[in-house]
């Protein structure tokens, strides 16, 4: 069947570049997502992300994205780090240890297209990672990678949640996976338990504009509110809590990427490193680091915070 030979060239081939799992998923509207993703825009939870209300249509139809989309193929890259912070230092997220993934993952997804057009002809394929108006984690559990878990987060059960999702959208029909039905959170609550800001409210819903993360990295050009003073457990960039508290991460195995190899100034950097830290220098050590999207300016702010209130 010329639909299986070419679905297992696909993930022969994403296995080749390093992606951790690929699943497959058809093209469709993604209904249920476009009234959980409509509530969530009308409630306010994405804060001042305005970018999340643009697209609407194209981030809930992959078709009218790729004119032409068949298929959704969903790679996950495992970012789990080897080295761990100094526990005294400001705390940043693993995701942001090594270089920006979103040049890493560009990279592969360019490659993953030319291996296509290489061994099964011209497609019109596009991908994707985290910018774009697609819904990765759906597209994700669509494709049978795992379930989404009441932290949001996309969890598989072998290897936890410590993975980046990216999508190729292509006009090529596939073999499709099964989607992930089962749920293994059960009765388990750590993550809303833990969370200090209560950002993950019931039925997997998270107000993004609660988020550790949102604050220090999405804030642009604005003070973080009063109301969280005393709540950011001196985390500077992002937050792991929810996910350092999930047992399934118990499983997370470190990633043999080189490129995700975190920066020695990441891991060694006291609050004085940091302070000091003069913005021609901030610039030249984070070039590639997804540290740079808050600029040396939030990375100061972040920091003023977390000292005052941590
Ligand atoms: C905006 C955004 C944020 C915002 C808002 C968070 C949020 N939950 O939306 C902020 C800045 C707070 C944020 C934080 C983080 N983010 Co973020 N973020 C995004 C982004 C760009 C869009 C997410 C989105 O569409 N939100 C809108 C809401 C409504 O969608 P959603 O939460 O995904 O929920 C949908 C599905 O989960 C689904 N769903 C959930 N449960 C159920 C149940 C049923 C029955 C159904 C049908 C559907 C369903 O319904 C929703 C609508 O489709 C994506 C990249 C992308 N393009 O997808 C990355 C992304 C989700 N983030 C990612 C990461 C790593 C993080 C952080 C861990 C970073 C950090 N360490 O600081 C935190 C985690 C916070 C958390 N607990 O969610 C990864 C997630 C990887 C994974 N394993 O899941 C992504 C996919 C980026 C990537 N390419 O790797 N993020
Ligand atoms: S990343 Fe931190 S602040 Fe955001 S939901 Fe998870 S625990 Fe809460
Ligand atoms: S901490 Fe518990 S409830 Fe939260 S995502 Fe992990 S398993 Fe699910």
């Known amino acids: 069947m010329i639909f299986s030979k070419h679905t297992d060239i696909i993930k022969d081939n994403a296995r080749k570049l ?25 409630k306010g939870m994405h804060g001042n992300m305005q970018y999340m ?12 994205l790729v004119p032409g989309a068949k298929s959704v193929i969903t790679l996950l890259l495992n970012y789990f780090p080897s080295d761990k ?5 400001p705390k940043i997220a693993k995701y942001a240890y090594g270089n920006d993934y979103h040049e890493v993952i560009r990279e592969k997804l360019k490659q993953l297209i030319q291996s296509i057009k290489e061994n099964i002809g011209e497609v019109n394929g596009r991908g994707f990672v985290d910018s774009a108006p697609v819904l990765e984690r759906s597209w994700a559990q669509k494709s049978g990678l795992g379930w989404i878990g009441k932290n949001g987060n996309l969890i598989n059960k072998q290897s936890g949640s410590f993975f980046f999702i990216a999508t190729l959208i292509t006009d090529l029909e596939l073999t499709y996976d099964n989607e992930y039905t ?7 609550t750590k993550c809303i338990d833990a969370c200090p800001t209560d950002a ?11 988020c550790i993360s949102y604050f220090t990295i999405e804030l642009k050009d604005a003070l973080i509110p009063d109301s969280m003073k005393g709540k950011f457990d001196n985390w500077m960039f992002g937050c792991d809590i929810c996910q350092d508290v999930c047992p399934w991460n118990r499983f997370s195995k470190p990633t043999n990427k080189i490129a ?12 004085n490193d940091w302070e000091e830290l003069s913005e021609e220098s901030f610039k030249k050590i984070f070039a590639h680091s997804p540290i740079k999207r808050s600029k040396w300016s939030g990375i100061k702010r972040n920091l003023q915070f977390i000292k005052n209130y941590s």
């Open 85 to 89: 912070q100094n526990e005294e230092n």
């Open 200 to 210: 993950i409210l019931p039925d997997h819903v998270i107000d993004g504009s609660k």
């Open 18 to 42: 390093g992606f951790d799992f690929c699943g497959i998923s058809k093209a469709q509207v993604l209904n249920e997502d476009a009234r959980r993703l409509e509530q969530w825009l009308n």
């Open 53 to 64: 209300e643009n697209y609407f249509d194209l981030r809930i139809d992959p078709t009218k």
């Open 182 to 188: 089962k749920d293994y959170c059960g009765t388990c």
């Open 260 to 271: 995700f190899k975190p920066l020695p100034e990441i891991l060694q950097f006291s609050k």
